[in-house]
């Protein structure tokens, strides 16, 4: 991999905003950081990237575009704003993680991307471009040919997202035969190398298993087994090794990281472990209140951290290893109500570096304040600040 | 910390779950040993962490301290009393001051009832703090301790968020001014930014009230950074024991070792840096545990007597304990060669004097 394939292929705000309808303040803030698409030029260096392991190309054109992506629900208590204008690119062979806490909208925004949100109660607007198509208004029927072949998911319990009455087989099988016409026989023969691939010792006889005869580190290996089956250009792991142990969820990170390389997959890593994450991913994306708060290339995030928000969360992870500190840096309060966000910057209410009121009134922009570096604050953490962490 | 008296004595601990056959007779074909043989001190005023992955027996090992869980072997002595000799009366009263906060606070919580009734219900069944003023009082005082405002004594659990419900489940373990507290998985159920709050309210709590904590959970970086020593599980017996930071930086056990390599730190130059050791295979069940040491299946320096001894947990300098023949060969130490993660091979490790290694 040379150097010049910048990590920074971000496109956080639209710049282009060719087909972006509507004038959400995203946008119009946006103009200002516009000219400036990192990915069109390779001089803002590899910053982030990982030329050591990474697959990523930075130099292809992305094999997944996402604008303003919006996803609301009608509740009870109202609407919920979910996920408010979402926009990035996604390259062949990279490693996009993305961060955030319970109701950031990490989960539900890749869900959108595939049609699993139903609606109503839903209501997903925006464009997700895939292979020249808009993903989001293409017909049911051709949602599930790309579904499971070109764009596979994995969930985050095994348990739950796999049928308990159909066997292993079946189930691997199933996607293979669908997308991929596959005989039987065939998809069996392609199943048990699958298998083999993962993990799984001795995959032929336990074909015909049930997911309750598997532990749960080797049913997170037949999802893998499952979402690869087709070879997809993009695959979703949402939160694939959280419900694992850790010296299980080591080797589905090694396994996942193996078979990118092999097959040149994209990932999008949806998960709230920061530690994970400095591990596997090549850029990294912070959700909070359903918006991005903070992107760039995975070293820069942890070295300086621009948003109050990412520095809080870094700041309140008790590190193995590290020297015995007093308290962690908590962040004080509660993650936004969807139903009730905030005015202004939903992180306002726990910021610590809050400043003036413009704070709570005005949406901040996500600007590139270094080079492939996108934070959503008005003001940077102050240096003192972020080296007290 | 380490220099107080003994509060919680712990010897060869041992809760077996009988097996039975599915037949007429229902036959006892055996027995799941969740905890076997497990021995630990937890000295008055500190953090003892127990860690593990699922199914080590860790929870089973909290649960049977205040035989919520019976044992079925070993002693417990608590505060000078054996807690295994009470009747169920003064095992009540024992109750008192040990208590229990559980992971998953939207099961442990009772969802009819206020959060203000759960945190009573220990004074009600205690009768301590009697007539209503002075149990609202107390159970208000409790809420601000845990930083709830006092009037949501009202409210139900479903209308709190995560974090707050452990909080109300931290003031319910908290209503009898408990000596000791057993913390199940406190924290693995909330989101990170909440697991700090909680971490630090229990920090906070400890060195207020002098509360003396056995905190139980997966998570190596938050039991590190709680606790003062920590005893790591594996298959039902403690396999090393040591200082919180001495264990992060010298594992004595492979075991430990492989645990601690594989935990992710949010570090990506460390991150690349690293070896990990991957163990291979899954932990053998608890119905038949393997011969000798148990973690000799998965342990890439296993070498002979690890299928026929069992290793015993004995000193390996400084106040850490480990169970491993690695440790244990008299007046021999065996040196580590080559790569850690090389499978099977055991017959290239070398046997050196500890003077040499």
């Known amino acids: 991999m040379s150097d010049s394939s910048s990590a920074s292929g971000s496109r956080p705000d639209q710049s282009d905003s060719s087909s972006a309808s509507g004038s959400r303040p995203d946008q119009s803030d946006s103009s200002s950081a516009s000219g400036s698409r990192p990915d069109q030029s390779d001089s803002s260096s590899a910053s982030g990237s990982r030329p050591d392991q990474s697959a990523a190309d930075y130099d292809a054109d992305p094999v997944l575009r996402v604008n303003d992506l919006q996803v609301r629900f009608g509740t009870k208590r109202g609407r919920a704003d979910v996920v408010n204008g979402l926009n990035y690119d996604l390259y062949p062979g990279e490693t996009l993680a993305l961060v955030g806490e319970s109701g950031s909208g990490k989960s539900v925004s890749t869900l959108a991307l595939l049609g699993l949100v139903p609606q109503p109660p839903g209501r997903v607007t925006g464009e997700v471009v895939y292979g020249g198509r808009d993903l989001l208004a293409i017909s049911d029927e051709e949602m599930r040919k790309v579904r499971g072949n070109d764009i596979a998911m994995i969930f985050q319990d095994p348990m739950t997202s796999l049928n308990p009455v159909l066997t292993i087989g079946q189930q691997v099988t199933e996607g293979m035969r669908l997308h991929l016409g596959l005989s039987e026989d065939d998809a069996r023969t392609r199943a048990v190398e699958l298998l083999t691939q993962v993990g799984i010792p001795s995959a032929e006889s336990r074909l015909d298993n049930y997911p309750h005869q598997f532990s749960g580190g080797m049913r997170q290996r037949v999802m893998i087994a499952i979402g690869l089956a087709c070879e997809p250009k993009v695959l ?20 996942i990281n193996g078979l990118q390389a092999e097959l040149g997959t994209a990932v999008i890593w949806i998960t709230h472990d920061l530690g994970v994450v400095a591990g596997l991913a090549d850029r990294v994306m912070v959700m909070y209140g359903g918006r991005i708060v903070e992107q760039s290339g995975v070293d820069d995030l942890y070295d300086e951290p621009l948003h109050p928000y990412t520095d809080g969360l870094l700041g309140s992870l008790p590190v193995l290893g590290a020297g015995r500190k007093k308290q962690l840096a908590a962040i004080p309060g509660l993650p936004p109500d969807p139903t009730a966000m905030p005015s202004g910057c939903a992180f306002w209410p726990r910021c610590p570096h809050r400043l003036d009121e413009r704070c709570e009134s005005e949406q901040p922009p996500l600007r590139e304040t270094r080079p492939g570096h996108w934070s959503r604050c008005f003001y940077e953490v102050p240096e003192d600040q972020a080296a007290a962490r | ?43 008055r005023g500190e953090t003892l962490g127990l860690v593990g992955e699922s199914g080590c027996g860790k929870s089973t090992t909290g649960l049977a301290l205040l035989r919520l869980v019976e044992p079925t072997g070993g002693t417990v002595v608590f505060d000078g009393q054996d807690v295994m000799e009470l009747d169920k009366k003064r095992l009540r009263g024992l109750r008192r001051r040990m208590a229990m906060i559980f992971q998953d606070p939207m099961a442990s919580l009772n969802p009819r009832r206020s959060i203000g009734d759960t945190v009573a219900e220990p004074l009600e069944i205690h009768g301590l703090h009697e007539g209503k003023q002075a149990r609202r009082a107390r159970v208000g005082e409790l809420l601000e301790i845990v930083g709830l405002n006092p009037e949501y004594r009202n409210r139900y659990p479903h209308e709190f968020s995560g974090g707050q419900r452990q909080r109300v489940g931290i003031a319910r373990a908290l209503a009898c001014e408990p000596d000791f507290i057993v913390a199940d998985e406190p924290i693995a159920s909330l989101d990170v930014s909440i697991q700090a709050q909680v971490l630090n309210l229990m920090e906070r709590l400890q060195g207020e009230l002098g509360l003396t904590y056995l905190f139980i959970a997966h998570d190596l970086s938050a039991v590190q950074h709680i606790s003062d020593r920590i005893a790591v599980m594996y298959l039902g017996r403690i396999v090393e024991i040591a200082d919180a930071y001495r264990l992060s930086a010298e594992p004595k056990h492979p075991y430990a070792e492989a645990l601690l390599s594989a935990v992710p730190v949010p570090d990506p130059e460390r991150e690349r840096q690293r070896t990990r050791i991957i163990l291979q295979g899954d ?40 169970a491993c023949h690695l440790h244990g060969v008299v007046g021999q130490e065996v040196e580590r060669s080559a790569h850690p993660n090389r499978g099977e091979g055991g017959e290239e490790l070398v046997i050196a004097d500890s003077a040499t290694s």
Request: aromatic share 6%; hydrophobic share 40%.
């Open chain 2, 1 to 43: 910390m380490s220099s107080g008296e003994v509060l919680l004595d712990v010897r060869d601990l041992q809760v077996w779950f009988p097996e039975h056959g599915r037949g007429l007779l229902r036959r006892l074909t055996g027995h799941v040993k969740a905890v076997d043989g497990v021995s630990f001190e937890v000295r």
């Open chain 1, 236 to 255: 979703i792991a949402d939160e694939p090794t959280t419900a694992l142990d850790v010296t299980i969820q080591a080797q589905i990170v090694e396994l």
């Open chain 2, 283 to 322: 932990v053998p069940s608890p119905l038949d545990p393997p011969s000798g040491c148990n973690f000799r299946t998965r342990c890439p320096y296993v070498f002979e007597p690890c299928a026929t001894v069992d290793p015993d947990l004995q000193p390996v300098g400084d106040g850490q304990l480990a």
